[in-house]
């Protein structure tokens, strides 16, 4: 069954309101055109506002790096979905890494984020992806279960149809070592296997698995050639537009 390709891009910290209305003025020329996949960014909060403004009626799709799950209420610091919505996002990046193994994010706390996010009608990616030392000790599957049962306990198939699953492997993160293309499509056969139990086959078939960790445009054609690879989470490389670019093409020169 063909999935429709997700091509991401997740600044992290990292570019001003300017730089964010730079960088749009010239990727939306780049990739002008482009329909048979989707392309995202994920700018700070802070440029959210405007950059959906500047991406209205480009195709281009607007992501932010995190929600909380109110709508609203004493919770300094954070961000809730309906805000999100009201500048134009359309997908929410939830249980990154870096929230996890930085920030002391929980798999119960993905959860109410993740609940959140569906429940303002956004489409979350949920982040996955194991150690390096849970891989050196043959944990990866059990890291990946865990974190995926957890986060999507109590849901119905019903209520997930907008999700997407982002597979980076903690070790392959601004790292600059990329999982092989094997080692990705292990994690994702792995992982769509284990959508199939908790949710039946047909759920299964239809979520699409972003592969995520040092992905830059001569690794992307190689991972996308995978029959469970359905799209990228790139983080540095969509810093630039025109590597981005290039990366949103598959081109691998
Ligand atoms: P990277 O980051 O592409 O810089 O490795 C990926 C991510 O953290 O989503």
Redesign the pocket.
Known sequence: MARFPLIAG?W?MHKTVTETLNYIHRFRELVAGIEDREIMIAPPFTALYLAGRELAGTGIRLGAQNAHWAEQGAFTGEISPVMLKECGVTYVIIG???RRNVFGENDEMIRKRLEGVLKAGLRPIL?VGERLEEREAGRTFEVLERQIREALSGFAPGDLGELVI?Y?PVW????GRTATPEQAEEAHRYVRGLLGELFGDDFAEKIRILY????KPENIAQLMARPDVDGA??????LDPETFSRIVKYETL
């Open positions: 997740n992290k990154h890494s870096e982040c982002a980076e392959a993160i601004g790292t995520g960790g040092s992905v989470l790139v983080g540095g490389a969509s």
